[in-house]
């Protein structure tokens, strides 16, 4: 029996990462809307805008590197294991090959 393919843990990091940057992004895109149309501002900045102002970019930059770095993981790590599962298939078809061919010799 073929053993399951374990679960690439790249893949939580994206969709965590990948929330995260959406909200981020978001975020700054209101931020510059807010920047550029002053009359929406009814109030005083939100802190969530001056997070924006002080690290937006930052926060999106590092967001878009993690991404990055993950995908290239996620991307590795399903490489090695198509080819460990490939190995055990051949290795399984030999074996039944061998087998075949045995119980071939051996006939009535």
Partial sequence: MMARSR????????????ILFT???????LFVLRGVRPALQAEGPH?????????GTALLAGQLAVLAIATIGAVAV??????RIRRERSAAD?????KKQADGDAGP
Avoid: W
Avoid at 7 to 18: E, H, I, K, R, S
Avoid at 47 to 55: A, G, I, S, T
Avoid at 78 to 83: A, L, T, V, Y
């Fill in 7 to 18: 679960p690439n843990p790249f893949y939580f990091v994206l969709g965590l990462v990948g």
């Fill in 23 to 29: 909200i981020t992004a978001s975020s700054y895109c």
């Fill in 47 to 55: 802190p969530l805008e001056q997070l924006m102002d002080r690290h």
């Fill in 78 to 83: 399903d490489h090695f294991e198509g080819e």
């Fill in 94 to 98: 030999e074996v039944l090959a061998k």
